[in-house]
C-alpha cells in the first residue's frame, strides 16, 4: 500500500525545497540516507523497455520458427531468468541471455555480426537514462539540509559510474558506493563507513534494496514503479516497510514520520 500524502513526486519535492520542507528535514529521524540508483532515482525501466524491443528485432532475424515479437522476448528473458543461479544479477546475464537466446532460435553458433547485433541491442539497457521526476530537487534539497547522502547501487562499476555521471547525480551525493551484491552484510558495512547509526535506505527493489536492509535492522521505504523480475519480488519483505510512489515520496514520507 503505498503510504504518503503527496499526490506526486514533484509536488513533494518541492515541498521538500520549502521553509516547511526544510524544517521537516532538519528533524529527520535518520542520521543519513542510502539510496538507490535504478528506477529510484533514474528511469532505468524505458531503457529495458528499448532494449527488449531491439533485442526482438535483432532475434526476429535469426528466428527459424515465425515466433511473435512478444514471444520472442519471452525466450530472451527465460534464458536470463535460467541463467540467474550462475551469473546472478549481474548486468552481464542480460547480454549473455540476449546472445544465447539468438543462438538457441538460429540453431547454431552466430557469426560475428550477428552476435555483435544482439549485443548492441542487450546494451540499451545499460544506456544512462533520465533522473525521475523530483528525484535531482529532492536530493538537493536534502543536501541543503545537511542530511548526509550515500549514493547505494549494485552493479558494474564503469556500467553505474556512466549512469550516475551522465546526469550529475552522483557529484550532488556526499559518497557513491557500487557493490557486486546488495547483502545485509555489506549494508551494515557502508553503513558503518559513513557513520550512520540510524539511516534510512530508500529503493525500488522489494529483494534488492528492501530484503537486505530488513536484515541488517535498518529502516527502508519501497519506491513503487520500476522494473520487475520474477526473482526481484519479495512480498514478505514489500509488505513490512512504507511505500511510496517516488523517491521525493519517500523522503517527505519519512520526514513528516517524526
Not at 136 to 153: F, I, M, S
Request: hydrophobic letters at 50%; glycine letters at 8%; proline letters at 6%.
Amino acid at each position: 500500500m503505498c503510504m504518503t500524502g503527496f499526490l506526486d513526486a514533484t509536488t513533494a519535492a518541492v515541498w521538500l525545497s520549502s521553509p516547511a520542507g526544510q524544517a521537516a528535514l532538519a528533524r529527520f529521524p535518520y542520521d543519513g540516507l542510502l539510496v538507490d540508483l535504478d528506477d529510484t532515482l533514474l528511469d532505468t525501466r524505458s531503457r529495458f523497455v528499448a532494449s527488449r524491443q531491439a533485442s526482438a528485432m535483432a532475434l526476429a532475424r535469426l528466428d527459424r520458427n515465425g515466433y511473435s515479437r512478444e514471444e520472442l522476448t519471452a525466450i530472451q528473458r527465460a534464458v536470463s531468468d535460467a541463467l540467474l543461479p550462475n551469473l546472478g544479477l549481474s548486468n552481464g546475464r542480460w547480454r549473455t541471455a540476449t546472445v544465447l537466446a539468438g543462438q538457441v532460435l538460429a540453431g547454431r553458433e552466430l557469426g560475428r555480426e550477428e552476435r555483435a547485433a544482439l549485443l548492441a541491442a542487450a546494451e540499451i539497457a545499460f544506456q544512462p537514462g533520465l533522473p525521475l521526476p523530483g528525484a535531482v530537487e529532492t536530493v538537493r534539497a536534502c543536501r541543503a539540509a545537511g542530511l548526509p547522502l550515500v549514493l547505494w547501487t549494485q552493479g558494474e562499476p564503469h556500467v553505474q559510474t556512466a549512469k550516475h555521471a551522465a546526469n550529475g547525480l552522483g557529484a550532488l551525493f556526499d559518497a557513491v558506493e557500487i557493490v557486486p551484491w546488495k547483502t545485509a552484510p555489506m549494508l551494515r558495512c557502508v553503513a558503518a563507513v559513513h557513520g550512520f547509526a540510524r539511516p534510512l535506505v530508500i529503493g525500488d527493489s522489494p529483494h534488492g534494496d528492501i530484503a537486505p536492509a530488513l536484515a541488517a535492522g535498518i529502516a527502508a521505504i519501497l519506491v513503487q514503479g520500476g522494473v520487475r523480475w520474477p526473482f526481484d519480488d519479495d512480498a514478505q519483505a514489500a509488505a513490512a516497510v512504507p511505500q511510496a510512489a517516488s523517491f521525493a515520496q519517500a523522503v517527505a514520507l519519512a520526514a513528516t514520520s517524526v
